[in-house]
């Protein structure tokens, strides 16, 4: 039988597009739903107000008139895009005291800015590493890590979520075969919210001779006393050889950052080809992150990153109180030698099945809460995840009114589907 040359013909039967579009047709589709105004702690979706407990704008900047003048002043002075790539046409010197000042907030030699994030993961990785070398990666790391070990052509191995053991294991094997070894983790994973065990991570990095990359995303703007991330908060700064942040985070805007040894960011400027064939950001993005890295690192800041962590403890309190599955992080080793368990902003919701989950998502949309849903691949099989994060804007009665929303919605969705998963789970 002949083979279809066709490369869409892979569409017709794809088991996503089916779901869908089933999704869809049965008005429980979680993805693309419409906003209309900006990311503020109650928002209106679809036409209605909903309480936003989806979004990543951990620190309430991106409707900050400090910051949305920052955008304006960058729109006012080099227009709406500059049309060619950093390398050629496009740096300008908002660009340049972005990088000199989030160097000096990371307390690296250098910084390089990247239009996103994902291109930031992208470009370092498949830049510094080749078919001889190999990359090693936590299984719940970030999939913009994945696309760019893949794209490196680097060997890949894997270790389970958060599991030193498993690192060393896998670092026994990746110095027998024969090139550098980059070692790449988040500091906040994106899903389960919880912190990577890095004064372990590291002390295995050293004995194995592997560079460390900790991937900041949802830490910067976040943790430690001057907001720089986990590598700060666990005071391992100086023994980490990168460190990536976005801009759609906390930074309130759109980009991505590396920060580390200085001939290294060089060597990125003048070697990553998707530094170097992507467009640069427009200004008013630019402009964004700086006025938003300024109010962060102003005597604000502190104040702002105490607020979202509050905001964090009292929602994971509060679900776990009201009988659902709350994926509590793991113990973390501080400076000093300590175990402590630290809450992020992250509050993941265990459901187990997706249709489960994809229902309880509408119930609560359906009663003016917005949540996000993580189904399979993104989580393993049965692992469907509700994830709910906070902002510093959110207030204690905005957060007490979505906690009584949840208590009703769980109520009578247990009624008429069957009990969810409980603390124990």
Known sequence: MATSIDV?????????????????????????????????????????????????????LTADERVMQGARDALERYGTGLT??????????????????????????????????????????????????????????????MDGAI?????????????????????AKASRDGGGVLVVVD?????????????????????????????????????????AGTC??????????LRMGTFSKSL????????????????????????LFTASGVPAAVGAALAALRVIRSPEGPELMARVLANGERLNRGLHELGFSVVDPLPIRVPGGAMETITTPIVPIRVGEDWKCVLLWRA??????????????????????LRTSVMATHDVAILDRAL???ATVKREFEAEHGPLPGPEA
């Open 8 to 60: 869409f013909a892979k569409i017709h039967d794809n088991e996503r597009v089916a779901q869908a579009a089933a999704a869809r047709s049965a008005g429980l589709l979680p993805f693309f739903r419409e906003v209309q105004s900006p990311a503020r702690p109650v928002v209106e979706m679809d036409g209605a107000p909903r309480i936003m407990l989806g979004s990543n704008n951990y620190l309430g």
């Open 187 to 227: 500091g906040v994973f994106s899903m389960e919210g919880d912190i990577a065990p890095l004064p372990e991570i590291v002390e295995l990095c050293q004995r194995y001779g592997a560079r460390l990359m900790v991937d900041e995303a949802h830490a910067v703007g976040v943790l430690g006393a001057r907001g």
């Open 404 to 406: 009584d929303t949840f």
């Open 232 to 241: 700060e908060l666990l005071g391992v700064e100086d023994q980490v050889d």
């Open 151 to 171: 794209q490196s052509r680097a060997k890949l191995r894997a270790f389970r979520h958060n599991r030193p053991e498993k690192l060393e294991q896998t670092l």
């Open 84 to 145: 060619g790539s950093r390398f050629l046409n496009g740096t300008t010197a908002l660009h340049l005291e972005l990088e000199d000042e989030l160097a000096d907030w990371m307390g690296t030699e250098a910084a390089i800015v990247f239009t996103t994030g994902h291109q930031a993961n992208l470009a370092t990785i498949g830049t510094l590493l080749g078919p001889g070398d190999t990359v090693v990666v936590d299984t719940g790391d970030h999939a913009s890590l």
């Open 252 to 275: 309130a805007s759109c980009g991505g950052f590396i920060a580390g040894n200085a001939e290294v960011i060089e060597f990125l400027r003048l070697q990553s080809r998707a530094f």
């Open 364 to 385: 609560l949309y359906d009663a003016g809460i917005f949540t996000n849903v993580a189904l399979h691949p993104a989580v393993p099989i049965d692992g469907a995840l």
